[in-house]
């Protein structure tokens, strides 16, 4: 459920991935394993996400090109860069089912944002990709270029004061419980997104 319920919202900042389109991890490993001939169980073994180089390439610290070598190398595959990018934004998929409504609906009553822990690579990806239905945030903001990432309060607070809409005034969809909380902490109402259908009814429920 969200936190200060009795604040009027003025702004709605939504995550992307999980909450806007799909992600999806084994589809990186499946297809590398493609590629490479070997197994995707090996990789995925082999692959930490949350690791310094992680992180680091996650708030701008770190390019692309240093980002695919430590890749190749903690895979221990033979792997071009082009061919491991191309597994590495498989990560992503299509739209969640209801969004493009959703969004149409929402911004006609309330300026929408997005925040994303992200890097530049998929950024670049996403934001042609799904350039259209992107169309509906007035901004969005990523980890790679505020060097700032969920779920750290910091992070949020950096977004709220960047909107210009107090944070209590702000309502946040999130899949991931530690980003909910995170924006709890910072004085956000914050709802975690579970089913495609949270967000729609989340809305409907609002006070008109």
């Known amino acids: 459920m969200a936190h200060n319920d009795g604040e009027a919202i003025e702004a709605i900042l939504f995550d992307l991935g999980g909450v806007v389109f799909d992600i999806d991890f084994p589809r990186a490993f499946a297809h590398w394993a493609r590629s490479a001939g070997c197994d995707p169980g090996e990789l995925r073994a082999r692959f ?7 992180l680091r390439y ?13 890749l190749r190398t903690a895979l221990g595959v033979d792997l071009s860069d082009a061919q491991l990018l191309a ?37 670049a990806y996403f934001s042609t990709r799904f350039a259209t239905l992107l169309r509906h945030f007035r901004h969005v903001f990523t980890s790679c270029d505020i060097g700032l990432r969920k779920p750290d309060v ?21 899949d991931l419980t530690a980003n909910v909380a995170g924006a709890r902490a910072c004085g956000m109402r914050a ?18």
């Not at 930490?48 to 992680?54: A, E, F, K, P």
């Not at 996650?58 to 430590?70: A, K, N, P, S, W």
């Not at 209801?98 to 530049?120: D, V």
């Open 154 to 174: 910091a992070a949020f607070r950096f977004v709220a004061g960047a909107i210009g809409v107090p944070s209590p005034r702000i309502l946040f969809f999130d």
């Open 58 to 70: 996650e708030t701008g610290r770190l390019d692309d090109g240093v980002f695919l070598q430590r």
């Open 87 to 123: 597994g590495w934004n498989a990560i992503i998929g299509g739209a969640m089912p209801g969004i493009a409504e959703a969004l149409a609906k929402a911004a006609a009553r309330w300026p929408l944002y997005a925040f994303s822990n992200t890097n530049r690579a998929h950024k």
């Open 48 to 54: 930490c996400h949350d690791d310094d180089t992680g």
């Open 191 to 208: 709802v975690r997104v579970t089913t495609p259908a949270t967000v729609t009814d989340t809305l409907a429920a609002l006070p008109r």
